[in-house]
């Protein structure tokens, strides 16, 4: 019985498609050879040797012509690439090289190359031009890494941004705690002292960035100019400090700003030091490690084979020395070898597409015919399959198809959960206390949620970095975990904020459960041998006496931490009195949830941009305002947060596209080229249903996908770029256009922002408006609008309030301008008549340096 089996299972075996193709490629081969054999033998009968050798030699210098020249066009074009990079400059230098092997192959198969001196040389030739094409390629490949070309990059990026960042957040912290004892934000001397440290220091910083422009684009002069101001204004920082610390010697700083004052002083130590150490990098002789790996084995190699090629060029004229006679012989055996060689040729070419059509073309279609009948859930069994090559695809079919299914499940739990803890986040929270409220609702019952951050987080993450801090998350949530009942679930919100959900708890078992969490945080936390140790605030709301709804309760138990915080106290129960101080505020809350269910204050302002260098109307940015009855103007960035924090911001962002987009069509029926933009805050790139949204609003408005452009600013998009990323990709397969705003006042990279599918930069204005004062301005300005347009991106440039800065910017090649030298902000009315009296062409009140550009 397992005899037969064995044998069915040799019968049914498939044969492969290799295998045929090594049968016909070794008869093909053994004719070839079998041919040259008897070429040879006649040949040598024939007397004609030194014509043959004649007719070589012309081949074998023409071949070595061919490979001299191509690694010619090769070194030069590689010299041309460490230069000026371009997109073909690696595919002709492949190109070359390939063309030289091929060369060179086709000469050592030669088979009238008899001679054993001349095949050594040839040999050797090969062994050094495959010795340059590794060089080359691992050159190419090695390029492909910033890191490795310079090697300055990294230690600018790992050693330079934490002390800038520390000393920024220091400064800021004490700003504020200035503002809020006096009052008054710009009143005392102490705020100036502050505010002028932080301004000599952003001082410092841009004539860094501004001398890394200019590194970049290797002008020495202006970098050693950049330095000589950092080496100025170094120093004046470190004077203004001292007076600080004289001030705290006398007791005259709050606990922020003596604490602000020590972090400055460090990070600006700190920054110096780098900077003197990125300085002596700089100056050093391989500040590229490319041109140093051109010099020492890239040329070496090519040496070589030039050598090598002068040595095989020798070794062909001795040879042809000896062979001088019967050329006209030897011509007519060469021309029957190649016809005899195109003949066979054309017949293996046949029997191989013959062969190919028989068992791979014919069988390939009717799996195509099968995935796209059934949608690929069923493929064709193994049975009728032709070779084992196409059984194996079926299988990677299937293969994948499992393998897709596995990352759904993956992307489930990835939307749902938080990367760093693995626990679940604010959205399955969300959707779990909903459901927690209704059970409890059915069933009668309380529950209690309890909002806690960690407290001296921040000074961990400054003082021993953030990978210490996020391996500090990751043990609290296993404590955290550990301290649950079956039936409560924890989540991290963001940050060291984390919530957790305790089923049938009331106030008194919440204080209990809520004293073991402290407990077990407090305890001492071991990373990398060093002890840690942090306290926690835990706030309590509880259900249904502080709320009925997930909203609510999230709300009240984070106005309890806050109170547990101020109060010294471990854990807090919300209570009304806590809340006092943010009646105003959820007044406007209130208020906002009306207007966006009947909106009377809530409008859009509309503020045009103009295409350059004609100045044009290109398009309209839609921006948010509330006149409040009472209060006035509501700032839009107060709105933004307060939708944020209360779960507005879903339907805030809802009602803006529909209204926007809506008035928008009408300007359309006149103006058929506009677009329109509209910003997204950081939640909306959190926002899963974001994609829903934007197409439901734009189906709802009647227009295309194309008219509308979404803008994101940089500090919104790198919190979290993984999401970030995908949502774009989502957004910009819509059609949806894509925006950088505020582009320069973060710290992405353009190494990664090439990779997202944005189509606009837009500078930020803080550079825009003083470019025609401040020559480093001017630089970035200038740098920023070319290295966009070399990476295919549009350029806006915002804040051009003179005519100027907009004849500037249209002469830089900037792509548009917006700012109140065209319009400031108005409403829907006023952007129409402005349209009307503007559509004609250049406005009247742009300058004639502008009109002369266009």
Avoid at 255 to 274: D, K, N
Wanted: charged share 20%; aromatic share 6%; proline share 4%.
């Amino acid at each position: 019985m397992k005899q037969g089996a064995r044998s069915t299972h040799k019968a049914t075996r498939l044969p492969s498609l290799r295998s045929r193709y090594a049968l016909l490629s070794a008869l093909v081969a053994t004719v070839l050879v079998s041919g040259a054999l008897l070429a040879g033998w006649y040949t040598r009968a024939a007397i004609q040797d030194n014509t043959d050798a004649l007719e070589l030699s012309n081949r074998a210098r023409a071949s070595l012509d061919e490979i001299r020249n191509a690694v010619w066009i090769a070194d030069n074009t590689l010299n041309a690439m460490l230069i000026t990079p371009m997109p073909e400059h690696e595919e002709e230098i492949t190109g070359q090289m390939l063309k030289a092997r091929d060369s060179l192959d086709l000469l050592r198969r030669d088979p009238e190359i008899q001679e054993p001196e001349l095949s050594a040389h040839i040999d050797a030739l090969h062994v050094r031009l495959s010795d340059l094409n590794i060089e080359v390629l691992h050159l190419i490949e090695q390029r492909r890494d910033p890191d490795w070309v310079y090697p300055l990059l990294p230690f600018l990026t790992e050693r330079l941004l934490i002390p800038n960042i520390n000393f920024e957040s220091a400064a800021d912290l004490a700003l504020l705690e200035i503002a809020e004892i006096d009052g008054r934000s710009y009143a005392s001397e102490l705020f100036g002292e502050f505010d002028e440290v932080r301004d000599l220091w952003r001082r410092m910083i841009l004539n860094f960035r501004a001398g890394m422009i200019r590194y970049a684009g290797l002008s020495e002069t202006s970098i050693e100019e950049q330095e000589q101001n950092i080496e100025i204004l170094y120093p004046v920082i470190m004077e203004r400090i001292a007076r600080l610390e004289s001030r705290r010697s006398r007791g005259e700083l709050g606990l922020e700003s003596e604490h602000a004052v020590e972090v400055m002083r460090t990070a600006a130590q700190e920054w110096m030091e780098s900077w003197e150490t990125a300085r002596e990098i700089r100056r050093s002789e391989i500040w590229r490690a490319d041109t140093e790996y051109l010099k020492v084995a890239v040329r070496p190699a090519q040496q070589e084979v030039f050598d090598m090629l002068s040595a095989v060029e020798s070794a062909i004229l001795d040879w042809s020395a000896y062979n001088t006679t019967s050329l006209e012989t030897a011509a007519h055996q060469t021309a029957y070898q190649l016809w005899a060689l195109t003949g066979l040729s054309l017949l293996f070419l046949l029997l191989v597409y013959l062969m190919l059509d028989r068992s791979v073309l014919t069988p390939i279609h009717g799996i195509a015919r099968s995935l796209t009948e059934d949608g690929g859930h069923q493929l064709p069994g193994t049975a009728n399959h032709s070779s084992q090559e196409i059984q194996q695809l079926v299988r990677a079919f299937k293969a994948m198809q499992r393998q897709i299914h596995h990352r759904q499940k993956a992307l489930e739990h990835q939307a749902l959960h938080d990367a760093l803890t693995r626990l679940p986040n604010r959205v399955l929270l969300n959707d779990r206390l909903e459901q927690a409220i209704q059970l409890m609702e059915r069933n009668g019952g309380q529950l209690a949620v309890l909002l806690l951050d960690l407290d001296r987080f921040k000074e961990v993450n400054d003082a021993l970095g953030h990978p210490v801090g996020d391996k500090l998350l990751q043990q609290v949530a296993r404590r955290l975990r550990t301290s649950l009942r079956g039936s409560d679930t924890v989540a991290r919100l963001g940050g060291d904020e984390f919530a957790i959900l305790a089923l049938n708890t009331d106030g008194a078992s919440a204080l209990e459960f809520a004293g073991k969490i402290h407990q077990a945080i407090s305890g001492v936390f071991t990373i990398e041998h060093q002890n840690v140790y942090v306290g926690t605030s835990i706030g309590i709301a509880l259900y249904p006496e502080h709320g009925n709804d997930a909203s609510s309760l999230m709300r009240r138990a984070d106005i309890a931490m806050y109170a547990a915080k101020h109060q010294g106290l471990g854990s807090c129960i919300y209570s009304p009195e806590q809340d006092e101080n943010r009646a105003d505020r959820l007044s406007l809350v209130g208020e906002l949830h009306q207007e966006l269910q009947n909106p009377r204050n809530l409008c859009i302002h509309y503020q045009p941009l103009a295409a350059l260098p004609s100045g044009n109307a290109a398009g309209m940015e839609a921006l948010l305002r509330w006149q409040h009855p009472v209060h006035g103007p509501i700032p839009p960035d107060e709105i933004i947060r307060m939708a944020e924090h209360t779960g507005l911001i879903g339907p805030l962002t809802r009602w803006v596209l529909v209204t926007a987009l809506c008035q928008f069509r009408q300007l359309l029926k006149q103006h058929p080229d506009l677009t329109l933009s509209v910003n997204l805050s950081a939640w909306n790139l959190q926002d899963p249903h974001l994609p829903e949204v934007v197409s439901d609003a734009l189906r709802q408005c009647e227009l295309p996908a194309f008219s509308l452009c979404l803008e994101i600013t940089e500090s919104a998009m790198m919190n979290d770029p993984v999401h970030a990323r995908e949502l774009l990709n989502v957004l910009s397969d819509m059609g949806v256009a894509l925006s950088i705003d505020d582009y320069g006042t973060g710290f992405s990279s353009l190494s990664y922002l090439k990779l997202l599918p944005v189509d606009t930069l837009k500078i930020d204005r803080s550079f825009v408006m003083e470019m025609l004062e401040d020559e480093n301005d001017a630089i970035i300005v200038r740098s920023t609008i070319d290295l966009a347009h070399n990476l295919g991106y549009k350029v806006v440039a915002e804040g051009v309030e003179t005519g100027e800065v907009m004849t500037l910017l249209a002469a830089l090649g900037c792509d548009y301008a917006q700012g109140y030298h065209l319009c400031r902000p108005v409403a829907f009315d006023e952007i129409q008549a402005w349209l009307e009296r503007y559509s004609g062409g250049v406005p009247a009140h742009l300058t004639p340096g502008l009109q002369a550009i266009s």
